[in-house]
């Protein structure tokens, strides 16, 4: 959710390595306290809350920009300066740099009281504090900052891990901005002229790997989790596929988004039948989980909300539709292609819709909107592409190198079908004992469907109790899978980016690198 240096490409090849020492908790708007990482593991687990609060939600609250707004947004706990002073910041993989304190004033009254409830930072009062005496103006794709550069000591909530002299921005003003950011996209010489949070992450140390994985969890989840250098195996199942992103000279802005090509979309309705291909969707899309909504162009946009029974939008471009589509067990269907496998992530309508308000004053609008300046998958996406959990394994990654020596926990479990991914070989390899195709690459209960949908994995069927872990990881090679192509900086040198996207148990790791 930002304007873009230009880029040069790299590819992501990720190993297991190391275990890190983590642990879950309830995530919550008050402060929270654990222990975590272990120096020298490689890896730290953050948590993230996720705010939910439908109270915000009231009709007039409906007239905001729901695509942006910070009670439906993913945050991160950061303890800043010398005493800490407790900042929550929106992570955001669209953009590249880290700022707080927003302007208050400038947001709406029912926003007032989340935005100053968000943490400040003052400087005069951390004696670790040093103002570089530069300064920058940040735009978003709604909301501006104009920041003023320092560096401090900023550590992570619930872990011992601490990094010294980390350049961020102090906003002096800022508009329609509910909270600081915390953009954990392409860092120095790809996007900043300087080392942002991930490359500090590497630089002191405290990863093996500019890498992370991000667990969002479902709409109504309170709770999620980042594992920075490291992969949490017990969030999918099985081996890692890959994705192709898209590089910044052949994407659609010439930025260095994660962009993606989407192969096309389509709605399986409850009946199970799969509807055409909509016209104008194979088209790229980048990942951005700083957007709460999915942008589509506006013809694209306007024919699914018709499927839907939402004919037209409202004023402020919102697709009113029955709140009964929640409860139906239909999905929306992004297709990809990568690797020499045909990738469908299937979407619930229940993650694809906004529920807004309670009782009779409740409202539901479709989680699309139109746009003619851009396209991304947002969080309505990204919560049911990594969509099932078997507990918390963190794992560091040493090295950079094979993606399929990563391998998931997870196993599949009977009747799981809410969101699905079908993982198809272009070369028809035979799927695993009791995974035999279904129609349109649906299977039965556990799956063990026969039908006339050709050969699939047994990847089918998960919960969408926990979501999306994004792995990311820098690695060159000049259009080859080599592990070689990093300078002593561990920066890319060249090649093609790669999306690392995890098949197994119906779960996408929509990886990017840094």
């Known amino acids: ?57 009231a009709r007039r609250g409906i007239q905001l920009a729901l695509n942006n707004r910070s009670d439906v947004a993913y945050y991160a706990q950061l303890e800043i300066g010398t005493p800490p002073q407790t900042v929550y910041t929106q992570l955001d993989t669209g953009s590249f740099e880290l700022w707080v304190n927003p302007d208050c004033t400038t947001v709406s009254p029912s926003d007032l009281s989340f935005c100053d409830h968000i943490g400040f930072y003052n400087a005069s009062l951390s004696s670790t504090s040093k103002s570089l005496g530069t300064s920058k103006t940040l735009r978003y794709g709604i909301g501006a900052a104009n920041i003023s550069y320092v560096t401090d000591t900023i550590s992570l909530s619930g872990s011992s891990t601490s990094l010294k002299d980390i350049q961020f921005g102090v906003a002096t003003s800022s508009k329609d901005a509910f909270s600081g950011i915390l953009g954990i996209g392409y860092g120095q010489g790809l996007a900043t002229k300087y080392p942002n949070f991930i490359d500090q992450l590497y630089a002191q140390k405290i990863t093996k790997v500019k890498a992370y994985t991000l667990a969002l969890g479902s709409k109504t989840a309170q709770q999620g989790s980042i594992v920075f250098g490291g992969v949490d195996t017990s969030k999918f199942a099985g081996p890692l596929a890959r994705l192709p992103i898209i590089s910044a000279g052949d994407s659609p802005d010439g930025v260095p988004r994660f962009w993606v090509q989407m192969n096309g979309i389509r709605l399986t309705p409850p009946s199970g039948q799969s509807m055409g291909v909509y016209e104008g969707s194979k088209i790229p899309a980048f990942l951005d989980s700083g957007s709460t909504m999915t942008i589509l162009p506006p013809a694209l946009a306007n024919k699914i909300a018709e499927d839907f029974g939402s004919p037209e939008k409202d004023a402020n471009g919102f697709y009113s539709v029955g709140c009964g589509y929640v409860e139906m067990n239909g999905t929306m269907d992004f297709e990809f292609v990568g690797s020499g496998q045909k990738v469908t992530v299937r979407v619930p309508y229940k993650e694809m819709i906004r529920e807004v308000g309670q009782g009779e004053s409740k409202m539901c609008f479709l989680g699309i909107m139109g746009s003619e300046s851009f396209t991304l998958l947002g969080d309505t996406f990204l919560r049911s592409v990594y969509a099932t959990s078997c507990g918390n394994t963190p794992a560091a990654l040493r090295d950079v190198t094979d993606l399929s020596r990563v391998v998931g926990n997870c196993q599949i479990q009977a009747g799981q079908k809410e969101a699905v991914v079908d993982v198809v ?52 090679g000049g259009g080859s899978m080599s592990a070689t192509a990093l300078d002593s900086s561990g920066r890319s040198m060249a090649g093609d980016v790669v999306l690392s996207v995890a098949m197994a148990v119906g779960a996408a790791v929509l990886g990017s690198l840094l």
């Open 425 to 476: 070989s272009e070369t028809s390899i035979a799927p695993p004992t009791g995974s035999t195709g279904g129609t349109d690459g649906v299977t039965g209960t556990g799956g063990n469907g026969n039908g006339n949908g050709g050969t699939r994995t047994a990847w089918g069927f998960v919960t969408t109790t926990l979501a999306v872990p994004i792995a990311t990881g820098l690695v060159g």
């Open 1 to 57: 959710m930002a304007a873009f240096p230009s880029l040069s490409a790299s590819f992501v090849l990720l190993q297991l390595a190391l275990t890190c020492s983590a642990q879950h908790l309830n995530l919550t708007t008050r402060p929270l306290h654990l222990t975590g990482h272990t120096p020298g593991d490689g890896c730290v687990h953050l948590p993230i809350i996720h705010s939910t609060n439908t109270d915000h939600f």
